[in-house]
């Protein structure tokens, strides 16, 4: 239960990272749209038309992305085991009841340790599955989010080519 549970704690730190680089390609793409689109002029012809209507679809897949990338941000409450100190307590006040209630020393403290690890035992196996649970739903968002940034690009890009042409020629 632990080793998954420091595999989850590692693979949310990983998403999150992983986070970084569609948001600076997102701003990137932002920029080179208000670009575009600031060259593109009344009367339309076919030229304006197709970089327009690659603008447009453009900022859809921009705005799935930034969507997707919030979803995979946000909203995410991750399981944490107790610490040391909360064990410690916890085990310590298992010892305090059974001695209390007339069990010898040693049986006391061997019946409070198990119990304790039976309560260590299921506290990972608990925050284990939700982080799990947590991460699979974040890296869905990021798989998404990547896909859409990818369709951003390429409509970026086809609205990039007549402005670049428009450019040369001028």
Known sequence: YKD????????RHELTSAL?????????????L????????IPLDDWKIIQLAAVVASLVAVSAT???LFRSYFNYEYGYVPTPLEI?????????????????????IKTAE?????????EYATHTHRNTAN???????????????????VFTVLAGVPYLARSIVS
Request: proline letters at 1%; hydrophobic letters at 45%; charged letters at 20%.
């Open 4 to 11: 998954h549970y420091t595999l989850e704690v590692t693979r």
């Open 20 to 32: 970084a680089i569609p948001f600076g390609v997102l701003s990137l793409l932002l920029g080179a």
């Open 34 to 41: 208000v670009v575009v689109a600031k060259e593109i002029h």
């Open 66 to 68: 930034t969507y997707f």
């Open 88 to 108: 410690k307590s916890y085990r310590d006040g298992l010892f305090a009841y059974y001695v209390s209630t007339g069990l010898t020393k040693d049986v006391a």
């Open 114 to 122: 198990d119990e304790t690890l039976e309560y260590i035992d299921s």
């Open 135 to 153: 991460n699979d739903k974040k890296s869905a968002f990021l798989h998404r989010a990547n896909g859409a940034l990818i369709l951003s690009v």
